[in-house]
């Protein structure tokens, strides 16, 4: 009879190809005892395709050697600025679609060997359609190699998925310092069973699906690093505290990130995908510091720290950025910090949280100080797979004039699927 039900689950589950919500005929099975342990890996190893909310669909060859999903993300926004000098900042009324990113994902001819693939059909156009395209092969836990194009490692929220965030979006400090995407190798793993984590990699330097070649005193590579400690165990790149941890976790992280920018013209540098070099970036704010065909030399440092423990999440993290031009001389020194803490008054429901972000451009400049008080609320259907969440800010901009207040308010739906 045992077996009859595992025939039976088997057949179901290839012929639907998908759970009815979060569960497969298998698993209510399962629970329900009416087939053990073994039965359940037997079967579900044998399916040939399948679904889970948040991961996409998975088609796995019968040998195992290949696996593919395929899965997205969709985010839709509205914005209303209430600018205290309508000169200054005009009240504005904005719905867009903030993202839409679909990826392919999975292992090829050996489960050490991974890929990723991810577009966004919203964010920098045509130019910057490809975020994720990369292969990765693991040794062994603590050794891996990574090829191809992803994030920079640089800054804890940077890394964490813009999918996974406890506000709407990330802070100003974040967005002001982050390298952003681009093509290189790394090398990371994990030591000690997840108690600390390592990434060192070498990079084109120009940025989102930007390449650029080497000429003389431009060596083209820039250089990140990251490490962190997890005292408890190794914690996931992911915000709020959707599980209701049950032991603490604390993951304390420091990063580097050095790179060569030559100045093209009197408002840009060599490439303004690089995006602290960008509009918003720290080192694009200051490009009237440095001479019109100069190489800048960019040293970044960061420190942060994460907690979650009983529905409560916690992170704050410092940046700071120093440019350098290689025959004006000139000097550029930036920073910013920001910490943000919710708790989730309905467990794996219901959030609120706190934000304080503040970012100096440039440290020898007076009065050009930005700092963004925020709080919000979200709330999880099925945690960040599917969510709305409302943030309102008071975003003090010392630049403008003597300072002024605008007030912010955001709304977004989310749906990964």
Known sequence: MRRKYVLVAAVVTTLAGQEVGARTLEDVLKEKGVITEQDYKEVTKSKAQSYKIGKGFTLTSSEEKFQMSLGGRLQTRYTYTDGEDSSLTPNASRWEVRRMKLWINGYAYNKDLTYLLQVDFVSGGSSRL??????????????????????????????????????????????????????????????????????????????????????????????AARVTVNPFGKMPYSESDLDDTATPLLSIGANYYGNTLRKTAATTFETNNITLAGTNGWLGRNVAAFATGELVDIDSYGADAAFKWRGVFALTEYLYGRGKGGDSGSIVRAHGWYAQAGYCIVPQTLEVALRYAFIDPNRAVSDDQRTDVSAAVSYYFNKHNLKIQGDVTNAHDQSKGSGVDDQIYRLQAQIIF
């Open 130 to 223: 490809l975020e994720h395209a990369y292969l990765n092969y693991r040794f062994i836990d603590e050794v891996q190699l990574l090829a191809g194009q992803t994030k920079v490692p640089f800054g804890r929220q940077w890394l964490n998925s813009s999918g996974s965030q406890q506000f709407v979006d990330r802070s100003i400090t974040s967005d002001t310092f982050r390298p952003g995407y681009d093509a290189g190798a790394k090398l990371g793993g994990d030591l000690f069973g997840g108690i600390s984590t390592y990434e060192i990699g070498a990079y084109g330097g120009a940025g989102q699906s930007a390449t650029r070649a080497t000429n003389g005193d431009n060596t083209a590579t820039a250089i």
